[in-house]
C-alpha cells in the first residue's frame, strides 16, 4: 500500500503562483510515474504534468511554459510548481502513483483545492 498526501493548494490571485506537494508514505519514485492531475467542476479529471521513474517529464499542453513537476527522492515528495496561475486553472489537484508493472497497482491522494480569483 502506498499513501499519498497532497498539500499546498489555496486561494491565489490570477498572475500568482503556488507550489503543491505529494508526499509517500514510502520510497516509490523508482517503480511509480508519479501524475498530477486535475478536476474543474463539472468536467472530468485531466493529466497535467507526469514524471517516471526515470526522471522523463511530460506536461499537458495547457501548462507548458507555466507549470513545473520536480521530485525530491529523499523526501519521497514530487512537486508542482504553478506559475502565471489563470482562473481556468480552478480545480482540485490530485497526485496519481502508477505502478510501471500493473502488480504494484495505482494510487490516488486525497486532493487539494486550488483557485484562482480577484
Known amino acids: 500500500q502506498v499513501q499519498l498526501v497532497e498539500s499546498g493548494g489555496g486561494l491565489v490571485q490570477p498572475g500568482g503562483s503556488l507550489r503543491l506537494s505529494c508526499a509517500s508514505s514510502?520510497?516509490?519514485?523508482?517503480?511509480?510515474?508519479m501524475g498530477w492531475y486535475r478536476q474543474a467542476p463539472g468536467k472530468q479529471r485531466e493529466l497535467v504534468a507526469v514524471i517516471t521513474s526515470v526522471g522523463r517529464i511530460n506536461y499537458a499542453d495547457f501548462v507548458k511554459g507555466r507549470f513545473s513537476i520536480s521530485r525530491d527522492n529523499a523526501k519521497n515528495t514530487v512537486y508542482l510548481q504553478m506559475n502565471s496561475l489563470k482562473p481556468e486553472d480552478t480545480a482540485v489537484y490530485y497526485c496519481?502513483?502508477?505502478?510501471?508493472?500493473?502488480?504494484?497497482?495505482?494510487?490516488w491522494g486525497q486532493g487539494t483545492q486550488v483557485t484562482v480569483s480577484s
Open positions: 514510502r520510497s516509490i519514485f523508482s517503480s511509480y510515474v
Open positions: 496519481n502513483a502508477a505502478g510501471i508493472i500493473a502488480s504494484l497497482g495505482s494510487y
